[in-house]
């Protein structure tokens, strides 16, 4: 073996040790943080699990095994209503923040204004105010006696009675997007802020217009901030708790609602786990259904960092 051949194998040994050792360094830095998320989100959720088979819950002496919960869960139609309203004002309210979240992101990405960050700032200011606090402002424009029935009835004169805005499944959804709005903005425009302009500007000069460039090269780009907002709106409005507690009254409780009510008011720890547990398994299947339609990793390996 030639000292060429020699060398490029001490090249290819060391190479490999070092990603070896890369690999083994990274895991170890990860390690912390990765046993306390295990042990403490792991802990809750087996405990849960746990109290969802046993009655009564939690431990005791007289405790066993038993699936009367779910039972009771699928056979009272009032917890499959709740969790299917629950899930059509997650979906509504993904909607309608992206709708609005994705033509301010783009607008954002493209203006060019000295004021730019303090425009982004702007937008993101509902994460710097308590959602409580958001939500009761809610309460006091969609009230009999709020801002919107103030100018139709007593300003404008439009209709005679106040509408009945408020404890609707309607004010549910307009608190959620304004509370979780953000959460659609930020991913979207890191998106847009990496999507090559050069390409945009090849497109135009090859005779695309403005909406040809924005569908064929820019919109693409921009599917990995778009994917990473629905996620985030989705899972976040479905499990909701404060602002259905507000703007929903008893009448339109999401399932989060539900889960509280059984732990804190009617100690049905039993149930409250059951509900939890289907909860929690419909989460996972449908950002599963999510990824299979989708296809997140296509759209990450493709579309760049978000």
Do not use: C
């Amino acid at each position: 073996m030639s000292i060429k051949n020699k060398f490029d194998e001490l090249n290819r040994t060391a190479s490999v040790y070092f990603k070896r050792e890369e690999g083994r360094l990274g895991l170890l830095e990860i390690l912390p943080g990765l046993t306390l998320i295990t042990v403490l989100l792991g802990g809750s959720l087996g405990i849960v699990l746990l109290y969802s088979f046993l009655e009564p819950a939690p431990v005791s002496a007289e405790s066993t095994l038993t699936l009367q919960h779910y039972r009771e869960f699928f056979e009272t139609g009032f917890y499959l209503s709740v969790l299917l309203d629950s899930f059509v004002i997650a979906v509504i309210t993904t909607a309608a923040a992206l709708a609005l979240g994705y033509p301010a992101a783009y607008y954002l990405t493209i203006m060019d204004s000295k004021w730019k960050s303090l425009y982004l700032l702007l937008m993101i200011l509902p994460f710097w105010i308590n959602v409580v606090v958001r939500t009761y402002a809610w309460r006091l424009i969609l009230g009999s006696n709020g801002l919107i029935n103030y100018f139709l009835v007593d300003i404008t004169g439009v209709i005679n009675s106040p509408l009945e805005l408020l404890y609707s499944k309607a004010a549910v959804a307009v608190g959620l997007v304004h509370v979780f709005l953000p959460f659609m903005i930020i991913p979207i425009y890191i998106s847009l802020n990496n999507v090559d302009r050069s390409g945009v500007e090849a497109a135009k000069n090859l005779g695309a217009n403005k909406l040809v460039a924005f569908s064929e090269i820019t919109f693409p780009q921009s599917l990995p901030g778009v994917a990473a907002g629905v996620l985030l709106v989705f899972v976040m409005s479905f499990g909701a708790f404060v602002t259905p507690s507000l703007l929903g009254g008893q009448q339109n409780i999401m399932i989060g609602n539900v889960i509280g009510q059984m732990f804190n008011e009617l100690q049905a720890w039993g149930l409250g786990g059951a509900i939890s547990v289907i909860f929690i398994v419909l989460v996972v299947a449908i950002v599963y259904l999510f990824n299979r339609q989708i296809g997140l990793d296509e759209i990450y390996g493709s579309g760049g960092d978000a």
